[in-house]
């Protein structure tokens, strides 16, 4: 079983930036995962922010791309999401997002707010 804890959430204003954090605890973190961040407006389905595998490869959704990088610590199980030039359209809750071994695992959510 996986846990993931999710950090860095709030308020900002349009153009600003936040850091967003997810460390996952638990058991067979060794094994090779994709780790990454999801998101979900009022209304709206989720939708792909970024991921990255193990070894390094990202993908990121059409509407972060150029805005927001994606990074990983594999010694200490944690992923990080860098938002920059955030708009009032990136308010959503955020989920940190693991799979591996054909699990998928998910945090609680973080609550990112744009104010333009």
């Known amino acids: 079983q996986v846990q993931l804890a999710e950090s860095g959430g709030g308020l900002v204003q349009a153009g600003g930036s936040l850091r967003l954090s997810c460390a996952a605890s638990?058991?067979?973190?060794?094994?090779?995962?994709?780790m990454g961040w999801y998101r979900q407006a009022p209304g709206k389905q989720r939708e792909l922010v970024a991921t990255?595998?193990?070894?390094?490869?990202?993908n990121y959704g059409d509407s972060v791309k150029g805005r927001f990088t994606i990074s990983r610590d594999n010694a200490k199980n944690t992923v990080y999401l860098q938002m920059n030039s955030l708009e009032p359209e990136d308010t959503a809750v955020y989920y940190c997002n693991r799979r591996q071994a054909g699990r998928e695992y998910w945090g609680q959510g973080t609550q990112v707010t744009v104010s333009s």
């Open positions: 990255m595998t193990y070894g390094g490869t990202t």
């Open positions: 638990g058991s067979n973190l060794y094994l090779y995962s994709i």
